[in-house]
């Protein structure tokens, strides 16, 4: 009964290569995250889906593209790789609360990218 | 510089003493959580403050917002090794609360 859950938990790939990272949320959450931990351990959010529509696109290259095919799912594409990619890259829920500022994330376990 | 910065960035503390650790926001605060992350894994939340001078407590950890709502702290009693993992705080600096910014994290380590 994992709340969200990320695929896969480790990635090794070669530099420009494309590759995928999924998230999934079983909580019923509509607002979605993405967010990017580097090697000192900063985590910075990137993106932010609520019911499939972005509301939150920080200063990330167009190489990554969101992709959230329903409000359960907010999968992570990554294009061209670069060596500075490499960081864990965390997924997040959290529901909306009509009128308040209650903003109570759920994470997944992350995902570590290796960039060789 | 960072919106949020805490402080210490890492401490070690022998099992059984008190620490705590500062949270400090270069803007407004319209909320103040606090994540524990076990060295690789994901962020368990503990608790979301958001009115001047509100305290919350869960098990030994004590965490309270300031009246100028822009710096928090968490306070451990009688640290276990349980305790051990990266602190962060994470803030909404609107008032949509869609967005949290995440301090630099403190690592506490407990010694037996």
């Known amino acids: 009964d994992t709340a969200v859950s990320q695929t896969p938990k480790y990635l090794v790939t070669q530099m420009g290569n494309d590759k995928s990272i999924k998230c999934e949320q079983n909580?019923?959450?509509?607002?979605m995250y993405w967010y990017k931990q580097d090697s000192k351990k900063f985590l910075k959010i990137m993106f932010s889906y609520n019911n499939k529509e972005l509301i939150i696109n920080e200063t990330v290259p167009n190489r990554f593209s969101p992709k959230s095919p329903d409000k359960a799912h907010l999968n992570l594409h990554i294009n061209s790789l670069e060596l500075g990619d490499s960081a864990v890259y965390f997924c997040?829920?959290?529901?909306?609360?009509?009128?308040?500022?209650?903003?109570?994330?759920?994470f997944g376990p992350g995902t570590r990218l290796t960039v060789l | 510089s960072q919106e949020l910065e805490q402080s210490p960035q890492s401490l070690i503390v022998q099992e059984g003493k008190n620490l705590t650790i500062n949270c400090t926001s270069s803007?407004?605060?319209?909320?103040l959580y606090w994540y524990k992350q076990k060295y690789g894994e994901g962020l368990i939340f503990l608790m979301m403050?958001?009115?001047?001078?509100e305290e919350k407590s869960h098990e030994k950890i004590t965490a309270k917002l300031d009246e100028k709502k822009q710096q928090s702290s968490l306070h451990i009693t009688a640290s276990q090794p349980s305790h051990a993992g990266i602190y962060l705080c994470g803030a909404a600096h609107t008032g949509t609360a869609s967005k949290l910014t995440f301090g630099t994290g403190t690592r506490l380590q407990v010694t037996l």
């Open positions: 997040a829920s959290s529901p909306r609360i009509a009128h308040t500022n209650y903003n109570e994330q759920f």
């Open positions: 909580l019923g959450h509509d607002t």
């Open positions: 403050l958001q009115k001047g001078g």
């Open positions: 803007k407004t605060l319209y909320g």
